[in-house]
């Protein structure tokens, strides 16, 4: 009999690691050297090195950090939370032991939203201490220990088993990531390993309970690309060992970012293994509804609501709105232009149409000023161009004072140097002709020179019409006005023709 193939649901959560942005440390006075580079094993003392005898003290800042990502994640905050004690020997664990948090974490129940139909359920997002850092010299037979991030604050939430694709899990990452830097709470760059993503995936047959799979582990995921790659690989993976009738095992695999696939690492720990009990040296913690609600007076406005007011108060397209909000640096800037635009057009230096302003700002903010940020791998904290010198900008082109090709490059000169766009345009000859005179005078010219394409025009021939207006702008070496130029050459031509 022929076997018939049998359709599989995927079923995915995720785990998400992330280091704070604090001062000190998680339970004592060493400086946070998170994303810096430094020497090995220079911020470090007894109690992040596991000393005997050192007490623990909770570090404040971080709570709060925890606290406030549960709030912009939709969490209950737990009123009671405590710390407890995850019992396991590694190299980079110090004290053998790592203070996490079990079952009472800081924040439960929570949810983000991917896109208009999609929520992620978040389960708990929980504090505890990372561990140090294992370095293995090429070709020696031993490894060295880095004590400089034990101890640094590390966030921890865990979905709900709701993502069903990679592409989810990366936009969900995404999101994430974006929240947490709106927040403040960390840089969250993956490449530097301040966030690191695990992956939980099981497959089940259609028609099945749809948690029924065996659940292998993905750790170590440095980056979105990886994260979606490494659930795609699993799902065929898995899928092919089912319809071929193996068992699949519960696991941990990482990714081989040279072979693009999955690899066996270990067998999968459960949490008895780990023998959880409550932290003697840290008494329990308690918070009231006064105490959560300062928090939340404390939250930005987040992504998804400065989109929708980007959308609505200055009528920005949607593609241009997610650009501009993806970083909230970008997003300040450009409503600091929006600002300046507004200003200048109450006191009267702006005689053109203030939205029109605002949408060319987005959009040379967008695109040519990207393009320079990019290409430099800069921020917009780098760059040289004030909100103030953008808004003058935008306003020279919308008034018809310089064209777009100058206007770029105006605007390149501005990034790399700073500047006023007026004295640059007049200093590098980049003024737009609209004298019509003047023009008119270039367009007899330029038709007396190209008796040819004169007779083209009055045959039909459109291009020749678009030939003549590019040898208006090459003799005024592009600063020519094209709709006054195509004006006056269009009356010029109707009375040949």
């Known amino acids: 009999m022929m076997k018939i193939p049998m359709k599989y649901g995927v079923t995915i959560g995720m785990e998400v690691h992330v280091e704070l942005k604090t001062a000190s440390k998680m339970f004592c006075a060493c400086p946070n050297g998170m994303g810096q580079e430094q020497e090995p094993n220079v911020h470090i003392c007894a109690v992040c090195s596991g000393q005997p005898g050192t007490l623990p003290v909770p570090n404040r800042a971080a709570i709060a ?48 939203a991917i896109g208009e139909k999609r929520r992620i359920g978040i389960t708990r997002i929980h504090l505890e201490e990372d561990t140090g850092k294992l370095i293995h010299p090429s070709g020696a037979s031993y490894s060295m220990v880095d004590l400089n991030r034990a101890g640094v604050p590390l966030m921890e939430l865990v979905t709900e088993p709701d993502i069903v694709s990679g592409k989810e899990a990366r936009l969900f990452c995404q999101e994430l990531q974006q929240i947490f830097r709106y927040l403040d709470l960390s840089d969250a760059d993956m490449e530097k390993g301040q966030m690191r993503c695990e992956v939980n995936i099981s497959l089940y047959p259609e028609g099945s309970d749809r948690l029924s799979g065996t659940k292998v582990e993905i750790k170590n995921l440095n980056s979105f690309r990886t994260v979606e790659r490494a659930i795609d690989f699993e799902i065929v993976r898995q899928k092919e060992a089912l319809e071929n009738g193996a068992k699949i095992v519960q696991e941990t695999r990482g990714w081989d970012d040279a072979k693009q696939c999955t690899v066996s690492q270990r067998a999968k720990e459960s949490a008895h293994d780990y023998r959880y009990f409550p932290e003697p040296d840290i008494p329990p913690l ?212």
């Not at 004690?85 to 800081?106: A, E, T």
């Not at 609505?312 to 949607?318: C, K, M, P």
């Not at 635009?341 to 000023?369: F, H, M, P």
């Open 65 to 112: 950090h925890v606290q406030r990502a549960g709030l912009a994640l939709n969490c209950a905050v737990a009123p009671q939370s405590k710390f407890d004690r995850k019992n396991y020997f590694y190299p980079d664990l110090p004290k053998g032991y790592q203070i996490s948090q079990y079952d009472q974490p800081l924040c439960h129940d929570g949810h983000l």
């Open 286 to 497: 308690t918070f009231t509804e006064a105490d959560v609600e300062e928090l939340r007076r404390t939250l930005p406005e987040l992504p998804d609501m400065k989109r929708q007011r980007f959308i609505a108060e200055y009528g920005l397209g949607q593609d241009n709105a997610t650009v501009l909000t993806e970083d909230k640096t970008m997003a300040d800037y450009f409503e600091n232009v929006a600002s300046e635009i507004v200003e200048k057009k109450q006191s009267g230096e702006l005689n053109v149409d203030r939205a029109r302003c605002i949408t060319l700002a987005a959009n040379y903010i967008v695109t040519e000023l990207q393009k320079h940020l990019i290409k430099e791998k800069k921020t917009i904290r780098e760059t040289r161009v004030t909100p103030e010198n953008f808004a003058e900008l935008v306003g020279m082109i919308a008034d018809g004072k310089i064209n777009s090709s100058a206007a770029q490059k105006i605007l390149e000169i501005m990034h790399h140097e700073g500047g006023d766009p007026s004295m640059i345009a007049a200093e590098k000859n980049l003024q737009q002709v609209s004298d019509s005179a003047e023009l008119e005078r270039i367009v007899d010219t330029v038709v007396m020179a190209n008796q040819k394409s004169v007779d083209d025009y009055a045959k039909g021939k459109q291009n020749a019409f678009q030939y003549l207006v590019g040898q208006v702008m090459a003799v005024t070496k592009g600063r020519a006005n094209p709709k006054i130029v195509g004006e006056i050459l269009a009356q010029k031509l109707s009375k040949k023709s």
